[in-house]
């Protein structure tokens, strides 16, 4: 069974940075796409930035700059390093796994607020 465990969100302040990471056990990380997702409160969840099993990464328009997906195959782990963060990014983060399957996280709640 496949597992995505998240972590790294919290508090910060406008203009703070943060790193979410994702860790996945259960299958052979490498060959899955991986994707970090959030959900703000009373909207629907959006891709925030994928990154596939050669490498390639594509962003949401508002992210873009500012929020960099890496992962690493050695440690069955995705990374998101969110920096010149805006009360505007505040949301659930999710992580997902897909390769014909789709598999979740629970999420990470980050807030960014004075």
């Known amino acids: 069974q496949v597992q995505l465990v998240e972590s790294g969100g919290g508090l910060v302040q406008p203009g703070g940075s943060l790193r979410l990471s994702c860790a996945v056990s259960?299958?052979?990380?490498?060959?899955?796409?991986m994707g970090w997702y959030r959900q703000a409160p009373g909207k629907q969840r959006e891709l925030v930035a994928v990154?596939?099993?050669?490498?390639?990464?594509n962003y949401a328009d508002s992210v873009k700059g500012r929020f960099t997906i890496s992962r690493d195959n050695a440690k069955n782990t995705v990374y998101l390093q969110m920096n010149s963060l805006k009360p505007e990014d505040t949301a659930v983060y999710y992580c997902?796994?897909?390769?014909?399957?789709?598999?979740w996280g629970q999420g990470t709640q980050v807030t960014v607020s004075p």
């Open positions: 997902n796994a897909n390769r014909i399957i789709e598999y």
């Open positions: 259960g299958s052979i990380f490498s060959i899955y796409t």
């Open positions: 990154i596939t099993s050669g490498g390639s990464t």
